[in-house]
């Protein structure tokens, strides 16, 4: 079957580093995509990755591993306002976005 | 540019009765989804649509139907609702269905069927 893990609730301090996992089994694979969702709030896309290796853009970062079906998500200089929720999502090969549940991050002073 | 807008943003609702959740966009993407999203799950989708007049189902269609007559609409109707269908429901659009194109979300819909 399909699936994404990752981790249910995450904590940091503001000003630090924090490392979001997610391994994924789609059937086929057309990317993987970042979401970020604050509570209450519609989804906002953060990133996409297809091919091995880093992205990067601004405080955050993405990282994808096809051959170990993994990726992680980077936040750098946390911010209280980066306090949501982390949405990991595969692209199978009918083009759908499989999800995972998110990762709840709580940023703390 | 107000992007997808959904309506209405949360209704109650008693079990057997029809509902329809609107939900329109003005980017005049081609491709359109409903999910359905519950505490401690992902996001499911429900019913897709990858160009006006076409449909397809989702991970999660029972129960649910809808209809694309034009590029900007695409409503979700609940024929007989059920209690199991109290979720937040989200539309998303995209230009296209390629990965490269990014899903774009409506701020939601929290439907109680009681």
Redesign the interface.
């Known amino acids: 079957g399909q699936n994404?893990d990752q981790p249910t609730e995450m904590t940091a301090t503001e000003g630090a580093i924090v490392q979001i996992n997610c391994t994924y089994q789609t059937s086929g694979f057309?990317?993987l995509f970042w979401y970020q969702q604050h509570a209450g709030?519609?989804?906002?896309?953060l990133s996409?990755n297809?091919l091995d290796g880093l992205e990067e853009k601004g405080r955050f970062s993405s990282f994808l591993s096809r051959s170990k079906g993994y990726s992680y998500l980077l936040l750098k200089e946390l911010q209280m306002k980066d306090s949501a929720s982390y949405?990991c999502?595969a692209?199978d090969s009918n083009?759908?976005?499989?999800?995972?549940?998110?990762t709840k991050l709580i940023i703390k002073p | 540019i107000a992007g997808i807008t959904q309506a209405p943003t949360s209704q109650i609702l008693a079990a057997g009765r029809r509902m329809t959740l609107r939900c329109t966009q003005d980017m005049r993407h081609n491709a359109m989804y409903w999910y359905r999203q519950d505490l401690g799950l992902g996001l499911r989708l429900i019913h897709y649509s990858n160009t006006a007049g076409t449909t397809g189902k989702g991970e999660v269609p029972d129960g649910y139907s809808v209809s694309r007559a034009n590029t900007d609409d695409f409503p979700l109707t609940l024929a007989s609702a059920v209690p199991s269908q109290t979720s937040v429901y989200f539309c998303a659009s995209s230009d296209s269905t390629a990965a490269t194109d990014t899903q774009y979300f409506g701020p939601g819909t929290r439907l109680t069927v009681l």
Request: cysteine-free; hydrophobic content about 50%; overall charge negative.
């Open positions: 994404i057309n990317g709030e519609a989804p906002t896309f996409y297809v949405l999502a692209m083009y759908q976005l499989i999800w995972g549940a998110g």
